[in-house]
C-alpha cells in the first residue's frame, strides 16, 4: 500500500442550502444572529469613540472578536445541521451569548442599554444551551413547555439590569448566576443520560464528543466566573479569564459539533486530545511552579529555586508517557465508547500471518483482525477466479448499523471494473464522501469507481503476488466516523505488506496440495491397475497353467502305471518327472495366491492373513506369532494395503533377517486398524529404511489415509507398524 487514489465525493448537503433560507423560522433565527452582530458593533463603536471603561486595547479587541468568533460558530452549526431544531438553538445560544461577552468590558460604563443586553445575553444563552444539547442526537421537536425554561431567565433580566445598572448586588443576582451553572451542568447531566440510551456508534460517538465538549467548556466557567459572583455577591470578576474560559468553549463545541464534518476527524481529535493533554499538563507544572516562586520570592537564579525547576522539568517528563497513555484512552472513549490497542491488534494480526495458512482461513483471519482493529463496519475479501472476482469472506462488526448487515455486495465481481478501479499497476483505492459549499459543487461518483461506492466501500486494497492482482481487500467505513485517515493507512500499510506476501504463501502452499492429492489420486489409480493386473494373471497362472501342469501330472502318473515292471531306468525318469511337475504345480499356487489371494475377497483380512502365516511357516521353517483381532468392516483398500504390508514384511525378514520368529498383531481401537510385524532378526541401519520394498508399503498405507512407523538398528531386529482408518471409504 505504498501509494493511495484518494477519490473525493462531494455527495453530502451542501453547507450553504438556498431550502434553509426559505423557511421562515430559519429566517427568524438568522434575524437573532443579525441582531447579536448589530450589538457586538455597537460595543465596538462604544471602544473606539472611548465612551466605555477600557479595561485594555489587548482584552478590548480580544473579547470582541471572540465574541465574533462564537456568533461564526453558531451560524456555522445552524448551517451544517440544515437549519434543524438543534442547529436553531445553538445559533440563538451563540447569539446571546456573543452579545453579553462583548459587553464584558463596559462593566464599568454605567448604562441602561449595557446593562439590559449583557444580564439578557447572559440569562437567555444557558437555557438555549440546555436545549441544544437535549435535542442534540435526540431529534425531538419543540414542546410548548420548553418556553417555560426561559420564565426564569427572562424574570431575573430586570433585577439583574438594576443591579449592573446601580453597581450593587441583591440576592437576586446570586440566584441568577445559580441558574446560569444550574443551566450549564444540567446541558452536561442530559448528554450523559443519552448515553445510557441504545445509540448507534456514529450517535453514540457524536453524543461522547458533544459530553467531553460540553464538560471542558462549560466547568472552567462555572469554577473561575459563577462561583466567586455567587460566593461573593460581587460584580467584579477577574474579566482576563473570560476570554480564555469562553475560547475553551468555543474550541470544546467546535470539536464536539463539527468534528466529524472533516474527512480526518479521528486523526484531529486523537493529536488534539493527546498534545492538548501534553500542553496543558506543561503549563500547569510551571504555572505552579512560578506562583511559588513568586510567593517565596524566590527565582529561578537562586539554588532553591533552580532545583526546583530541575525537579519540575523531571516531573514533567515522567509524566509524558502516562499522560498521552490517559489521553489515548481518552481519544478511545470517545469514538469507540471503549479503550483499544490498535497497535496491539494489529502486532498480532502481524504474528498470525508468519503462519502458513490455507488462502480461505488466511482470508478470514485477516477481514475479522482488520475489522476489530480499526473499528470498521464490516470487510469482505475479493478472491480471483479466472476473468472475474467472488466474495470469498466476509467480517461485520457486532456495532454496525443494520443497514449495512443487511445489504450483502455482488457475490462474483466482473474482473475488469475491479482492476480498472485499481489501476495499473494496482494501487489502494480511498473514497471520501464530503459536503459541498453550495449545491452547484455537488459531484457524483466517477463511473471509475462505482462498482466500489456501490458496495459501500471506503478502502479498496490490492494484494498482488507476483505482479498480478490476485485478491482485494474490501473495507467498509469505520463506526464513528465514515474516512479513513493517514494514521489508520500508516497503521495498514506494513500489515498489507506482510498479508500480500502471505497471501502468496498461503496460493502455493494450496496448489503443492492439489498437487499432493493429484499424485495420491494418480498413485491410487495405479495401485488399483495393478491389483487389476495381478488378479488377472492370479486367475490365468489357476485357471491356465496350474491346469496344465496337473493335467502333465496326471498322464505322467497314467503313464508310470501303463510301464511294465522291468522297466527300472524309465520308471525311475517318469518318477522325477511327476516330482518336478509336482514342484511346479505348487509354486504356481503359490504364485497365484500371492498375486491376488482369492481368501481376500471372500473371508477377509484376519482369515487370510492366518492362512497365509500358516503356509509361510510351513514353507519357511520360521516361527510367526499371530494375533488376530476382529476387525468389524472394513473397506477393501484397507485390506489389501494391510495384507501387502504383512507380506513384505514377512518376505523381508525371510530374505534379509535371518529371524527364527516374528510377531504379527493385528488390532482396531478407535476407528483405526494397526498392524505390527516384528522380528528378532539381525536388524537394519538408517539407510535399508527408505528401501524400494517399504517406500512402496509407505505409499500404499499413506494412499487410504493410513501411515507407517519403521523401528529398527542393528542387532535389534525390526518392528514396523501400520495404523489405517477403518471404514468402507478410508
Request: proline share 4%; charged share 20%; net charge neutral.
Amino acid at each position: 500500500m505504498d501509494s493511495v487514489t484518494r477519490v473525493v465525493i462531494r455527495d453530502k448537503p451542501p453547507l450553504l442550502d438556498a431550502a434553509v433560507l426559505r423557511r421562515r423560522a430559519s429566517r427568524l433565527v438568522l434575524l437573532a444572529a443579525g441582531a447579536s452582530l448589530a450589538t457586538q458593533f455597537y460595543a465596538a463603536a462604544q471602544e473606539a469613540t472611548g465612551s466605555g471603561a477600557h479595561v485594555g486595547a489587548f482584552a478590548d479587541v480580544t473579547f470582541i472578536l471572540v465574541s465574533l468568533l462564537w456568533l461564526a460558530l453558531g451560524v456555522l452549526v445552524f448551517l451544517q445541521r440544515g437549519g434543524q431544531r438543534a442547529g436553531a438553538l445553538f445559533l440563538l445560544s451563540a447569539a446571546c451569548g456573543s452579545i453579553f461577552l462583548s459587553l464584558a468590558t463596559l462593566y464599568r460604563h454605567v448604562n441602561i442599554v449595557n446593562s439590559a443586553l449583557f444580564a439578557a445575553g447572559l440569562l437567555l444563552f444557558p437555557p438555549f444551551l440546555f436545549l441544544f444539547a437535549r435535542a442534540y442526537r435526540s431529534g425531538e421537536t419543540w414542546k410548548w413547555w420548553d418556553s417555560l425554561l426561559f420564565v426564569p431567565s427572562i424574570i431575573l433580566t430586570v433585577p439583574g439590569t438594576d443591579d449592573l445598572y446601580s453597581q450593587h448586588t441583591s440576592l437576586l443576582w446570586r440566584f441568577s448566576m445559580l441558574l446560569v451553572a444550574l443551566f450549564l451542568l444540567g446541558a452536561i447531566v442530559q448528554t450523559a443520560l443519552q448515553l445510557g440510551r441504545p445509540l448507534g456508534p456514529e450517535s453514540a460517538a457524536g453524543t461522547r464528543a458533544l459530553l467531553a465538549g460540553l464538560i471542558a467548556g462549560t466547568v472552567p466557567g462555572v469554577v473561575v466566573f459563577i462561583y466567586p459572583l455567587v460566593s461573593t455577591g460581587s460584580l467584579r470578576v477577574q474579566t482576563v479569564w473570560l476570554s480564555p474560559i469562553i475560547l475553551l468553549f468555543l474550541v470544546s463545541m467546535s470539536y464536539a459539533v463539527l468534528l466529524f464534518e472533516l474527512s480526518e476527524a479521528d486523526l484531529i481529535l486523537r493529536r488534539g486530545v493527546v498534545y492538548g493533554s501534553l500542553t496543558f499538563v506543561i503549563a500547569v507544572a510551571y504555572g505552579l511552579l512560578g506562583i511559588l516562586l513568586s510567593a517565596s520570592r524566590t527565582t529561578v537564579s537562586t539554588p532553591g529555586g533552580s532545583v526546583s525547576f530541575v525537579l519540575v522539568t523531571v516531573a514533567v517528563g515522567a509524566a509524558f508517557t502516562p499522560v498521552r497513555r490517559q489521553a489515548r484512552r481518552l481519544v478511545d472513549w470517545l469514538l469507540y465508547g471503549r479503550e483499544t490497542d490498535q497497535w496491539g491488534l494489529l502486532e498480532a494480526l502481524s504474528s498470525r500471518l508468519a503462519l502458513v495458512m490455507e488462502p480461505d482461513e488466511l482470508g478470514q483471519v485477516l477481514v475479522d483482525e482488520v475489522t476489530q482493529a480499526l473499528h470498521i463496519r464490516g470487510a469482505y475479501l475479493l478472491r480471483r477466479r479466472e476473468d472475474s472476482f467472488y466474495v470469498s469472506q466476509r467480517a461485520i462488526s457486532n456495532s454496525s448499523p443494520r443497514r449495512d448487515t443487511d445489504s450483502s455486495p455482488l457475490q462474483v465481481w466482473p474482473g475488469t471494473p475491479v482492476e480498472e478501479a485499481l489501476g495499473e499497476p494496482p494501487s489502494a483505492l480511498l473514497l471520501i464522501h464530503s459536503r459541498p459549499l453550495t449545491s452547484d459543487r455537488h459531484s457524483r461518483t466517477p463511473a471509475k469507481y462505482a462498482i466500489f461506492d456501490d458496495a459501500r466501500i471506503a478502502l479498496a486494497i490490492p494484494l498482488t503476488t507476483h505482479g498480478r492482482l490476485e485478491a482485494v481487500l474490501c473495507l467498509q467505513p469505520k463506526l464513528a466516523h465514515d474516512a479513513f485517515d493517514s494514521d489508520d493507512l500508516k497503521l495498514l500499510a506494513p500489515v498489507i505488506r506482510q498479508a500480500s506476501a502471505a497471501f502468496d504463501n498461503a496460493l502455493l502452499f494450496q496448489r503443492l496440495r492439489e498437487s499432493l492429492v493429484q499424485l495420491r489420486a494418480a498413485y491410487v489409480r495405479i495401485a488399483h491397475e495393478q491389483e487389476a493386473e495381478r488378479a488377472r494373471l492370479a486367475r490365468e497362472l489357476h485357471d491356465g497353467t496350474a491346469q496344465e501342469v496337473a493335467n502333465l501330472i496326471t498322464l505322467g502318473t497314467v503313464a508310470e502305471r501303463q510301464l511294465p515292471a522291468d522297466a527300472t531306468q524309465a520308471r525311475e525318469t517318469l518318477l522325477r518327472l511327476l516330482t518336478q511337475a509336482q514342484e511346479a504345480y505348487q509354486g504356481v499356487r503359490r504364485a497365484s495366491h500371492a498375486l491376488r489371494p482369492a481368501m481376500l475377497d471372500d473371508f477377509g483380512l484376519t482369515a487370510t492373513l492366518e492362512r497365509f502365516v500358516e503356509q509361510f511357516s510351513e514353507s519357511t521353517g520360521i516361527e510367526v506369532e499371530y494375533g488376530p483381532s476382529d476387525l468389524g468392516s472394513v473397506g477393501q483398500d484397507v485390506e489389501l494395503a494391510l495384507f501387502r504390508v504383512a507380506q513384505e514384511c514377512l518376505e523381508n525378514a525371510r530374505k534379509h533377517s535371518g529371524a527364527r520368529h516374528i510377531s504379527l498383531v493385528l488390532s482396531r481401537n478407535d476407528g483405526h486398524i494397526s498392524l505390527r510385524v516384528t522380528d528378532d532378526g539381525r536388524g537394519m541401519g538408517a539407510e535399508n529404511a527408505s528401501g524400494i520394498g517399504l517406500s512402496g508399503i509407505r505409499e500404499r498405507i499413506e494412499s487410504v489415509g493410513g501411515s507407517i512407523r519403521v523401528e529398527g538398528r542393528p542387532g535389534a531386529g525390526v518392528a514396523v507398524t501400520a495404523d489405517v482408518p477403518a471404514g468402507e471409504q478410508a
